[in-house]
Every structure is written in C-alpha cells, then in structure tokens.
C-alpha cells in the first residue's frame, strides 16, 4: 500500500485535495493530509474544511504569513524532516501557492515521487508569482496532471516527455458539482436580500489589483459605474479589506463578510455576472455557465475564454465598463470544457497508483529525447518505481 502525502496551504488548494484524497483512499492508499498553515484566518481556512468534509490534517505546519521568501523557506524548513520521518512513497501538491513550489523543492531533493495537480497552466506574465511557483513546480514534478488540453499542450512545447504529461480534467469542478445541490439549497441570497440575476458579484484579491492605490481606486471607479446598472456584492478578501477601507467604495457596491465554500458557489450561480481576477473563479463560472469578467491582462486559463463564459477585460476602467456592459446584453452561451465532467480526481488516482510517469520514465543514466525546448526539458527520474496494490 503506497504511503501519499497529498500538501494544502492556501484556500485554492482545500477544493483540489479533498476529492484527490477521497479517490486514492478510495483505493487503498495511505493517504497524510499536510496543512502548511499558509492560510490561517478563520474565514479562509476553518469555514472551508467544514464546508467541504475535509477531515482535520495529519499535520499543521503552522508557517504563517510573510514575504514570499519567508514564506517559502519557512514551508520547505518545516516540511523537511516531516517528509524524513514519514518517508512517503509520493507527494501530490496542488496549484500555484508559495506552498506548492516549497513542498515541491524539498520533495525534488529528498527522493519521493511529485506529482504536480493543475500543471501546464501559463500566464506567460512573470510579473505574477504564481507564474513562478507553477513553472518552476513542473520542472521539478514525475507527473504532470493537466487540467485543460491548452495546459497539456504547454508543457509539451516546454519539453516534457509524453509520459509525464496526463490530461485529467479539472479535479475544481469535481468539488463544485459535489456540492452544487447543497449550494442552490443554501439560504445566503435570502441572508443577503438578493434575488437571482438581480446583482453581480465581484471579487477582488492579486496584488496587483488591490496593492496599487491608483489601480484599485480605477478598479472601484469602474465599479461605482457598472453597479448604477447592476448592484454589485463583494466579499471582501482581508487583503483587500484596508485598501477599501481607505479609498471607501462607490454607492451601489455592497461590502459582505467572506463567504464560505458552498455560500460563495451560491452566490456565483445566481449572479447575472461575475467580476473577478481570481483564476478559480473563472472555471467555477465557466463551469455554472455563469458570464465572467477577469479584471486582468492575461489568464493561466484560456480555455475559460475559448470554451467557456469568460472574457478578459484587462484594469483599463472604460473597457471594464464597455465589457461588462456588453455581457450583461448578451451573455456568452454557457459551455463545459470536456473532461470538466467531476471525474478529475478518479483519473488522478489511476494515474498515481497504476502506472504513468513511475514505471516508464528513463533511468537517471538514460539521455533524453529531442525536445523543443532543451532549457524546459523535464526532469529525469530518480528510481524506476510502481505502487503495487
């Protein structure tokens, strides 16, 4: 029976890991649920192990806020000698968050397997961090576990070898129709005195939206504007939470405490639009058929835009105006991107425990194959490994 750390730090990651943790269990895996504590407060951690049935962590590693280079190395001192102790088989670690790159850094070196869940997205924007951490994560990850064929396509082009590349689908969607039900059933819209359509919701977290006291101040402009048209909800992110307070927030926008997992979902699928600059949002509304608007210049998730409800709309204040007035007109047809059917995570689980990049990666003494991008190409294995059941 193979010994799985699966890594969470961050309120992006407690959607991934719990249906990855139910299908390997499901299984037979001995599955260690490792928090990193990269998240804290209540309202972004607590409420969503609740809300999701995600059962307390194996173990907190407590490292707490700071700059991404505290952060960083104090994720990858405390998950060294958990990693020597416990001496995994496997580590799965999931998304973009300072957590993942540390994890998998530490992983990379000590000798288990890594797979990297959500890997081949690209911003293409080194100026996000995330970029950073999902690029240099791949580099170092045995599997890499595509959610979209333009991810796969990616690393591809970047020089990994086929057998580490596995199109799995979208293991976010998986949560999202898992709890659907509950959330149409919830009463947050009745909590709030909103109607369905009759608003749309706003969130607002990435640095370079609410860090910048010029760009948020245009963000809230064009805000102030679009809600004398639709009445606007944001949950507010504690992020953002002293921005706002400091540069007050146009009539017609209505600040609300942050919601829960199920509450959120809720609140997404009844808005007749979504303004967003979080990458999660894009698929959850693409994937409720819900119009989205990125309040960014670029997205790791095309296929929200070429498939799904989405549409970039970039910080300009006249264009976000322009385009959300052209959605609310007419909203884009609502479809599904293959694969985002809630099966992601049972195909994570084949993969991991019966076969892929652990049995037919090369040796370490093995030379590569020709590749487009020698600089990118994709690690070579440390052992030649299966987990037999």
């Given at each position: 029976?193979?010994r799985?750390?699966?890594?969470a730090?961050?309120?992006?990651?407690?959607?991934?890991v719990?249906?990855?943790?139910?299908?390997?269990e499901r299984?037979?895996?001995?599955?260690?649920?490792?928090?990193?504590?990269?998240?804290?407060?209540?309202?972004?951690?607590?409420?969503f192990f609740?809300?999701?049935?995600?059962?307390?962590?194996?173990?907190?590693?407590g490292?707490?806020?700071?700059?991404?280079?505290?952060?960083?190395g104090?994720?990858?001192?405390?998950?060294?000698?958990?990693?020597?102790?416990?001496?995994?088989?496997?580590?799965?670690?999931?998304?973009?968050?300072n957590?993942?790159?540390?994890?998998?850094?530490?992983?990379?070196?000590?000798?288990?397997?890594?797979?990297?869940?959500?890997?081949?997205?690209?911003?293409?924007?080194?100026?996000?961090?995330?970029?950073?951490?999902?690029?240099?994560?791949?580099?170092?990850?045995?599997y890499?576990?595509?959610?979209?064929?333009d991810?796969?396509?990616?690393?591809?082009?970047e020089?990994?070898?086929?057998?580490?590349?596995?199109l799995?689908?979208?293991?976010?969607?998986?949560?999202?129709?898992?709890?659907?039900?509950?959330?149409?059933?919830?009463?947050?819209?009745?909590?709030?005195?909103?109607?369905?359509g009759?608003?749309?919701?706003?969130?607002?977290?990435?640095?370079?939206?609410?860090d910048d006291?010029?760009?948020l101040a245009?963000?809230?402009k064009?805000?102030g504007?679009?809600?004398?048209r639709?009445?606007?909800?944001?949950?507010?992110?504690p992020?953002?939470?002293g921005?706002?307070?400091?540069?007050?927030?146009?009539?017609g926008?209505r600040?609300?405490?942050?919601?829960?997992?199920v509450d959120?979902i809720?609140?997404?699928d009844?808005?007749?639009v979504?303004?967003?600059?979080?990458?999660g949002?894009?698929?959850?509304?693409?994937?409720?058929?819900?119009?989205c608007v990125?309040?960014?210049?670029?997205?790791?998730?095309?296929?929200?835009?070429?498939?799904?409800?989405?549409?970039?709309a970039?910080?300009?204040?006249a264009?976000?105006v322009?385009?959300?007035?052209?959605?609310?007109?007419?909203?884009?047809?609502?479809?599904r991107?293959?694969?985002?059917?809630g099966?992601?995570?049972?195909r994570?689980?084949?993969?991991?425990?019966?076969?892929?990049?652990a049995r037919?990666?090369?040796?370490?003494?093995?030379?590569?194959?020709?590749?487009?991008?020698?600089?990118l190409i994709?690690r070579?294995?440390r052992?030649?490994?299966t987990?037999?059941?």
């Open positions: 029976m193979p799985i750390i699966c890594v730090g961050a309120r992006p990651n407690y959607m991934k719990k249906p990855v943790m139910d299908a390997l299984r037979g895996a001995e599955v260690l649920l490792v928090h990193t504590g990269q998240h804290y407060d209540p309202a972004m951690n607590d409420v609740a809300d999701l049935g995600i059962r307390p962590p194996d173990r907190f590693l490292v707490g806020s700071g700059s991404h280079a505290e952060q960083t104090r994720v990858m001192t405390a998950f060294e000698p958990l990693l020597d102790e416990v001496s995994p088989d496997l580590v799965v670690v999931f998304g973009d968050i957590s993942t790159l540390a994890c998998a850094l530490v992983t990379a070196k000590a000798g288990p397997l890594l797979a990297h869940v959500e890997a081949g997205l690209r911003s293409r924007d080194w100026s996000m961090p995330e970029e950073v951490n999902r690029v240099a994560t791949d580099r170092v990850s045995d890499l576990l595509a959610p979209s064929p991810a796969a396509e990616n690393l591809r082009a020089g990994y070898r086929e057998d580490q590349i596995h799995v689908g979208n293991v976010m969607i998986d949560t999202l129709l898992a709890n659907l039900e509950r959330a149409r059933a919830s009463d947050v819209l009745d909590r709030f005195g909103l109607t369905r009759g608003y749309g919701l706003v969130t607002l977290h990435r640095p370079a939206n609410v006291p010029g760009v245009g963000l809230l064009a805000l504007e679009i809600a004398g639709c009445p606007l909800v944001l949950p507010v992110h992020r953002a939470a921005r706002l307070a400091e540069l007050g927030v146009p009539g926008i600040l609300v405490p942050p919601a829960g997992y959120f809720a609140l997404q009844a808005a007749s979504v303004l967003t600059d979080s990458g949002v894009q698929e959850e509304t693409t994937a409720l058929g819900v119009p990125t309040l960014r210049d670029n997205t790791e998730r095309p296929i929200t835009v070429e498939e799904g409800t989405n549409v970039l970039g910080r300009d204040p264009r976000i322009s385009t959300v007035n052209g959605v609310l007109d007419g909203p884009p047809a609502p479809r991107p293959e694969l985002w059917d099966r992601a995570s049972d994570i689980a084949d993969v991991l425990l019966h076969g892929g990049t037919t990666r090369p040796r370490p003494t093995d030379r590569p194959g020709p590749v487009h991008r020698p600089d994709g070579p294995g052992t030649d490994r987990f037999p059941l």
